[in-house]
């Protein structure tokens, strides 16, 4: 036994048995009942549609391939029901089950699946944020609207440049992007660099107790095509992460838009892994946390 067990246990009296016993207080009682209350009834009800969905694509698919080959139209609006219902809420339902609902370094799709890693982080406030990001070249994504969607299709199917195509949503801490940017390959709608931004709730800090302001997702979308979840149709990422997180933070260097970069060693494992659409991901499990210049601040002397 080292001196610092000694140390530790020397004359430490015996432990008391925790006391796990129920609130005493009737109102924390009867709130606790009613939160298990609800959160039966809103699974059993998510379940039930869920199995609804189910059965109607199950039904649907057996009841018109029966009159004949001819019938092979229908594998249309059973991919459309799977990929965009069932599926979704088939993940949804599990992911609840058993991904931990506290960050982990991870964004988390719409279903709930785990996402793109959260790569950077930032101190700076969101105007600081979004003016540093369109200095270095990058644009705002536009919010996703029926208009906004169907422009993107159309763009995508046909090839044609939109620089402000909206991003899907991922979430941090419970909530979708704050701020999107992104950088057109070639006027290729179907590749682009991109990157998320979340707000930190107020007074909330990294793991280890550092305190910064946004966290960050960035990738490199490489084509279009199906998740392998839920198959949807959706932007195919490149594996190599840190690559794209370098780049974002030599574009805001180049814009002379940072302050200074601190990078958090071995911030999360290193890992090779699967985003929510199915692609692979790899990282060194480094954070860079980005200092950006505040109004009036002197940027660095040129050299």
């Known amino acids: ?169 991922l979430y941090v801490f419970g909530n979708r992007q704050d701020l999107a940017f992104q950088r057109e390959i070639d006027g290729n709608p179907r590749k682009r660099h991109h990157v998320r931004f979340w707000k930190c709730p107020e007074g909330w800090m990294l793991p280890g107790g550092i305190p910064v302001d946004f966290v960050g997702a960035g990738t490199y979308d490489r084509s279009v095509g199906l998740s392998l979840f839920t198959f949807q149709i959706t932007h195919k990422i490149a594996d190599r992460t840190d690559e794209e997180r370098d780049f974002i933070i030599g574009t805001l260097r180049a814009a002379r838009a940072v302050e200074s970069v601190h990078v958090i060693l071995n911030y999360s494992t290193g890992y090779h892994h699967r985003n929510g659409g199915g692609d692979a991901i790899r990282t060194d499990g480094h954070l860079p946390i980005i200092d950006l210049y505040e109004p009036g601040r002197p940027g660095p002397a040129k050299g």
């Open 1 to 169: 036994m080292s001196s610092l067990e000694r140390n530790y246990d020397a004359g430490r009296p015996a432990p008391q048995e925790p006391d796990h016993s129920r609130p005493e207080s009737s109102s924390e009682r009867r709130q606790s009942r009613w939160a298990t209350v609800l959160a039966v009834l809103q699974r059993v009800l998510y379940l039930l549609v869920t199995v609804a969905v189910g059965w109607a694509v199950w039904f649907f698919l057996l009841s018109r391939l029966s009159r004949g080959p001819e019938q092979a139209w229908v594998f249309l609006p059973v991919w459309l029901i799977l990929a965009y219902a069932l599926l979704p809420r088939i993940h949804k339902i599990l992911s609840s089950l058993y991904i931990p609902d506290y960050f982990i370094g991870r964004t988390r799709t719409g279903d709930g699946v785990l996402g793109d890693p959260v790569n950077l982080a930032v101190v700076g406030t969101g105007d600081e944020l979004r003016r540093a990001m369109l200095s270095a070249g990058w644009v705002e994504a536009d919010p996703i609207t029926p208009a906004t969607a169907w422009r993107t299709l159309t763009s995508t199917v046909l090839g044609r440049s939109y620089p402000q195509a909206p991003v899907s949503s």
